[in-house]
């Protein structure tokens, strides 16, 4: 979006810029050229007064219009009434005067009277640049000037003015590349983060905020993005807390259930319906220690799963022992942190190493492994049993409660943080079962 804006903004600075240079350009173009052109004219006339005062011999009007020519650049001459031309020697191209030695016809500025009644210098073009002439009554006849600019000289000064107009051109687009760059950064840097806010709510992350400043426009849109954060906080905290309040409800029927099972005359059915009061109980304690949550470690819960996983693992190795079956355990070094619960993690590594021992035969080796990843982290459990039947996927993907052989609980704990879980068969049939942990 940064880079669009740029383009933007210098695009249509380009465009404001030569629609600016290129009118200007073209009347610079006509306005150089006028000018030397009104020189000319004037030069003309200037040397005609000379002629009009009189009492000038014709060494001095020779001496004069040469100097004039020198000092000006444009080749000045005089036809005298005997047709004898002095002054500068004007290009070859240039025809000759007419033969009643007045200015040719096909003129254009200058000409008529001037102050006094005098004619005045008239301006035609010839080959290779333009010509004026005027002429000037003599004594024993008429006197023509003639003043003479080539095409080169009539644009000698346009390319200063032109260097100045493409300089000042650059300048406007290098303001407009400024002037772009602080304004994408004003409306695209609110927006990023922004969009960064919006990333980590839709992760969990209900404590991110987003900017309030910048733009108004963005900044409404950061406003109303943290509103709806604050009320999905609200709602989630409200929905944990119904949950708790009617699990706690729950404790007065079951304590009177556990009463009616030891109440019961046969030991047998007794001991059989308290172990079934005391799993839901358990059950019960779980929900609310998960609604709870929240208010002890945050939206996002973590741990180090190099602890969690050691622990349990070491808590089972009593009756893997028991079982004569070999385990292999493979840890990291230093602590990885996982995005999961201790509690959820601890359930999912007994699960699966649960599953290991109940649906296996005695002596079949196991392994956990641990290993850090670029993500988060990767626990594998495999075994050398006989693998999975061919209903465990359905089985752990109960929505009913039921844990099947555990993986629901493994595969729960890996999703609520972004992971996932995979099954598949190992190198000599056995399970293979993957959880991919991200990282808080």
Request: aromatic share 2%.
């Amino acid at each position: 979006m940064r880079r669009r804006i740029m383009l933007l903004v210098v695009g249509m600075t380009t465009l404001v810029v030569l629609a600016f240079a290129v009118p200007v350009g073209i009347l610079l173009h006509s306005a150089v050229a006028q000018r030397v052109e009104h020189a000319t004219i004037d030069q003309a006339n200037y040397v005609a007064l000379l002629l009009r005062s009189g009492g000038k011999t014709t060494a001095q009007i020779t001496s004069d219009v040469t100097s004039l020519s020198s000092s000006t650049g444009r080749p000045t001459s005089v036809v005298l009434p005997d047709h004898t031309v002095v002054g500068a020697q004007l290009p070859a191209d240039v025809p000759p005067p007419a033969g009643n030695g007045h200015p040719a016809d096909d003129t254009h500025g200058g000409g008529g009277p001037g102050p006094g009644g005098n004619p005045q210098a008239t301006l035609h073009s010839v080959p290779g640049g333009q010509l004026a002439e005027v002429s000037v009554p003599a004594d024993n006849g008429t006197d023509l000037v003639r003043v003479f600019v080539s095409n080169s000289a009539l644009y000698a000064g346009e390319g200063t003015w032109r260097v100045l107009l493409i300089g000042g051109s650059v300048g406007l687009l290098l303001i407009g590349v400024l002037a772009a760059e602080l304004l994408t950064r004003r409306i695209v840097r609110p927006l990023t983060r922004t969009a960064q806010t919006a990333h980590q709510l839709s992760v969990g992350g209900t404590a991110a905020r987003a900017p309030t400043d910048g733009p108004r426009e963005i900044a409404e849109v950061g406003t109303a993005l943290n509103r709806l954060a604050d009320r999905i906080d609200e709602l989630i905290a409200e929905e944990r807390e119904t949950v708790a309040d009617l699990s706690h409800r729950l404790r007065t029927p079951l304590t009177a259930l556990r009463l009616d099972a030891e109440a019961l005359h046969d030991p047998v059915e007794a001991e059989r319906v308290a172990t079934h009061v005391s799993a839901v109980e358990r059950t019960l304690t779980a929900v609310i220690h998960a609604a709870r949550r929240p208010q002890r470690e945050g939206r996002l819960p973590s741990c180090d799963a190099t602890a969690i996983v050691g622990e349990r693992v070491r808590f089972w190795s009593a009756l893997a022992e028991d079982q004569s079956r070999t385990s292999t355990v493979e840890l990291p070094e230093s602590p990885l942190l996982v995005r999961a619960s201790g509690d959820d993690l601890g359930a999912a590594v007994d699960a699966l190493v649960e599953n290991v021992i109940a649906h296996t035969p005695e002596g079949v080796p196991f392994a956990v492994r641990l290993t850090a990843t670029e993500g988060g982290a990767q626990l594998v459990v495999s075994d050398e049993g006989p693998g999975l039947p061919a209903d465990a996927l359905v089985r752990g993907r109960s929505d009913r409660g039921s844990s099947g052989l555990g993986l629901d609980i493994a595969r729960r704990c890996a999703e609520s943080g972004g992971g996932s879980m995979t099954m598949d068969s190992g190198p000599t049939g056995g399970a293979v079962i993957t959880l991919l942990l991200r990282a808080p």
